[in-house]
């Protein structure tokens, strides 16, 4: 098939460290299906979907039903996430050998930044057993500081999940001027908005927090943008449940910023594409010959309101419904072939 391509700009497909997709247990909210299809329309061709599912994914019986429902339709790539310890309680471990048969992440998410010990253990089994912990950070200073530090002490594998502060960049910079080696990501929401009251996590920071965010890119702080992509239903979201349905829109929110802040398309293929590729362990965003492409075609002059009607996430659920963005992804090309095309386009004329 012959794509006319004229006057837009192919880069390769964005790949997400951080999304959630719901399955099991909460799939009135998302599941793997709607998920993986709001990925690929947000030119994402994989994502990394966390373990706060419903039961937890804490064991082998549920990654590979996890796995085994996503291979049914296999939309979009996946990686699972196992949680690092049980029912995400902070308290016990995992079988991390089991579990990791299946992936190499781990999410920290319910350990007690006064619980040093167990996570100078994770830190510890990260190395042994060659995974990465993701760490959810909250209180989000506090936690960094403890993790950096028993980083710089034990060693380890670490990714530092949706930074939101100033305070944050501070000691990460701090520590990666000291040559530690670890990583963070910052979500295109932080960056888009601040002073806002939706409820979030992390929340929303004040404008200073969010020009810290632009600073971390720009001064190559900050290695990596995920979506952090939290659906939920309109009942949940009343009942005062945080998140953002963010994963369609994700590349416009980044490029209207980083075109206000003049930040390089290079920049931003680097933070969505070729960084989580290369954190991940993937190398899905690098264009060989011979190799099935994983691409995205934008439209860079197109500029559209966000308009939660048109999402096929099944969370409609975000504070930036009717804000006027740049930028449109029109084809998402998975793993060499066509797997999304934006249909609105041959109406739109401008
Ligand atoms: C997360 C979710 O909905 O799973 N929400 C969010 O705002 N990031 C859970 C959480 O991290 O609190
Ligand atoms: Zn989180
Ligand atoms: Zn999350």
């Known amino acids: 098939e012959i794509i006319d391509g004229e006057g837009k700009v192919v ?12 399955e099991p247990g909460q799939t009135e ?8 299809k709001a990925a690929l329309k947000g030119g994402f061709t994989h ?19 996890i796995l085994n429902k996503h291979k049914e339709n296999e939309i979009c790539n996946l990686t699972q ?16 050998d089991e579990m990791r048969e299946y992936t190499n992440l781990f999410s920290d998410d319910g350990l007690n930044v006064d619980d040093i010990e167990l996570f100078k253990e994770a830190l510890e089994l990260s190395k042994e ?3 990465k912990i993701l760490t959810h950070c909250e209180p989000e200073a506090e936690t960094i500081k403890r993790d950096l530090k028993l980083l710089t002490d034990v060693g380890g594998n670490l990714h530092i999940c949706h930074i939101s502060l100033r305070k944050s960049l501070d000691l990460i910079k701090e520590y990666k001027d000291k040559g530690l080696d670890f990583s963070c990501e910052v979500t295109p929401h932080h960056l888009f908005e601040w002073n806002n009251e939706y409820r979030v996590n992390p929340p929303f920071g004040t404008k200073d927090d969010r020009d810290a965010m632009i600073e971390g890119i720009k001064e190559g702080i900050i290695d990596a943008i995920a979506t952090d992509h939290a659906p939920h239903t309109k ?18 929110y980044v490029y209207t ?3 206000e802040e003049g930040i390089s398309l290079n920049c931003l293929s680097d933070k969505m594409s070729y960084a989580p590729s290369k954190l991940l362990g ?8 011979g190799k099935d492409a994983n691409l995205v075609l934008v439209d860079l002059n197109e500029s559209h309101k966000i308009n939660t009607s048109n999402f096929v996430s099944k969370g409609k659920n975000t504070p930036f419904e009717g804000r006027q963005v740049y930028g449109k992804i029109l084809i998402t090309i998975k793993n060499g072939e066509i797997a999304y095309k934006n249909e609105e386009r041959k109406n739109d004329n401008r």
Do not use: Q
Not at 11 to 22: G, Q
Not at 282 to 289: F, G, N
């Open 11 to 22: 880069m390769p497909s964005f790949i997400d460290m951080h999304v959630h997709l719901r």
């Open 29 to 36: 909210k998302e599941d793997l299906i709607t998920g993986e």
């Open 47 to 65: 994502v990394c979907a966390m373990a706060n599912t419903n039961p937890v994914c804490d064991n082998e019986k549920t990654i590979e039903y």
């Open 81 to 96: 996430i196992s949680a690092l310890t049980k029912r995400l309680k902070g308290e016990e471990f995992v079988n991390i």
């Open 129 to 131: 057993k060659d995974f």
């Open 235 to 252: 009942k949940d979201k009343e009942n005062g449940s945080p998140g953002i349905s963010g994963i369609e829109e994700a590349f416009s």
């Open 257 to 259: 910023v980083f075109k």
């Open 282 to 289: 993937l190398d899905e965003a690098l264009i060989e010959e």
